[in-house]
């Protein structure tokens, strides 16, 4: 029913900068709250920051001052750009809605992950 898909991931170097896209498709009446987590090797996925309807954003603070999390509600799209990034940065990013359907369901969807790398 309902769908995220994610682009913008890639390599990138230290100091580097991506933009980080996820698009939700299907039954949808609208996006409760939109988050993007994370996952490296060995470890667990976390949180890196979520953005409510209509709410304020939260960060990891690790990410905090580098990271922006903003939606395009019309769209049905979150992004996350990422700015100065660092070799702690590296993960499997996976966007994550809670999304209420056209026959007013709530569903949590994931994404299936796109890949940061951050080398020289």
């Known amino acids: 029913q309902v769908q995220l898909v994610e682009s913008g991931g890639g390599l990138v170097q230290p100091g580097g900068s991506l933009r980080l896209s996820c698009a939700a498709s299907g039954s949808i009446f609208s996006i409760v709250t939109s988050g993007w987590y994370r996952q490296a090797p060995g470890k667990q996925r976390e949180l890196v920051a979520v953005?409510?309807?209509?709410?304020?954003?939260n960060y990891a603070d690790s990410v905090k001052g580098r990271f922006t999390i903003s939606r395009d509600n019309a769209k049905n799209t979150v992004y996350l750009q990422m700015n100065s990034l660092k070799p702690e940065d590296p993960a499997v990013y996976y966007c994550?809605?809670?999304?209420?359907?056209?026959?007013?369901?709530?569903?949590?969807?994931w994404g299936q992950g796109t890949q940061v790398t951050v080398s020289s």
């Open positions: 953005i409510p309807s209509g709410g304020s954003t």
């Open positions: 994550n809605a809670l999304i209420r359907t056209d026959t007013v369901r709530y569903i949590n969807s």
